[in-house]
T-cell receptor, first 115, second 111 residues
Framework: GAGVSQSPSNKVTEKGKDVELRCDPI?????LYWYRQSLGQGLEFLIY????????KSGLPSDRFSAERTGGSVSTLTIQRTQQEDSAVYLC?????????????FGNGTRLTVT | QKEVEQNSGPLSVPEGAIASLNCTYS??????FFWYRQYSGKSPELIMS????GDKEDGRFTAQLNKASQYVSLLIRDSQPSDSATYLC???????????FGTGTRLTIIP
């Protein structure tokens, strides 16, 4: 595809339910990133993948959050037992190589609302 | 813990003037620096990257990097109303693939 694709674009869920967010990176991009942006705030790093491996999971807020990537392509971010503070826009980004100077290309995000 | 600091603004600049956006970072080993623009309700988009000390120009945009002072800035010449957005500074270290973002500066160009 032409860009990073995320689904769903919007998700409303009840507190305590599990949600799964999907990201399709740009074809050929080896690095994939998940960020979270709360209303009026900056981007909070969650996790990044190099291929199917996640060398840095330091940003995951709690053990309710997990992510995986398969086939060096699609990634899913799963939030278990959602809480209201999980409400945010979840942004996925990909980059071609990870040599320190490759820009990130962002998807349009998934807006998650936990009621 | 790496920190990237930006003045949150809002920064108001008259149309046609120069907008100056500033960013400081705490980690001396930082190698790559990026400026992203984010319109309200949209995702960030890359507008400039800079890796070496000095200035880098691209159209109306100039990025300036001073590693000794741990300072990176973005100048927008001949500001247009369409430049009104939040500008995010981002920093990446060599060998550490995490891109750390500042909280952004909200810029408003006044017609």
């Amino acid at each position: 595809g032409a860009g990073v694709s995320q689904s769903p674009s919007n998700k409303v869920t009840e507190k305590g339910k599990d949600v799964e967010l999907r990201c399709d990176p740009i074809s050929g991009h080896t690095a994939l990133y998940w960020y979270r942006q709360s209303l009026g705030q900056g981007l909070e790093f969650l996790i990044y993948f190099q291929g199917n491996s996640a060398p840095d999971k330091s940003g995951l807020p709690s053990d309710r959050f997990s992510a995986e990537r398969t086939g060096g392509s699609v990634s899913t971010l799963t939030i278990q037992r959602t809480q209201q503070e999980d409400s945010a826009v979840y942004l996925c980004a990909s980059s071609l190589v990870t040599l320190g100077n490759s820009p990130l290309h962002f998807g349009n995000g998934t807006r998650l609302t936990v009621t | 813990q790496k920190e990237v600091e930006q003045n949150s603004g809002p920064l108001s600049v008259p149309e046609g003037a120069i907008a100056s956006l500033n960013c400081t970072y705490s980690d001396r080993v930082s190698q790559s620096f990026f400026w992203y623009r984010q319109y309200s309700g949209k995702s960030p988009e890359l507008i400039m990257s800079i890796y070496s000390n000095g200035d880098k120009e691209d159209g109306r945009f100039t990025a300036q990097l001073n590693k000794a002072s741990q300072y990176v800035s973005l100048l927008i010449r001949d500001s247009q109303p369409s430049d009104s957005a939040t500008y995010l500074c981002a920093v990446k270290d060599f060998g550490n693939e995490k891109l750390t973002f500042g909280t952004g500066t909200r810029l408003t160009i006044i017609p």
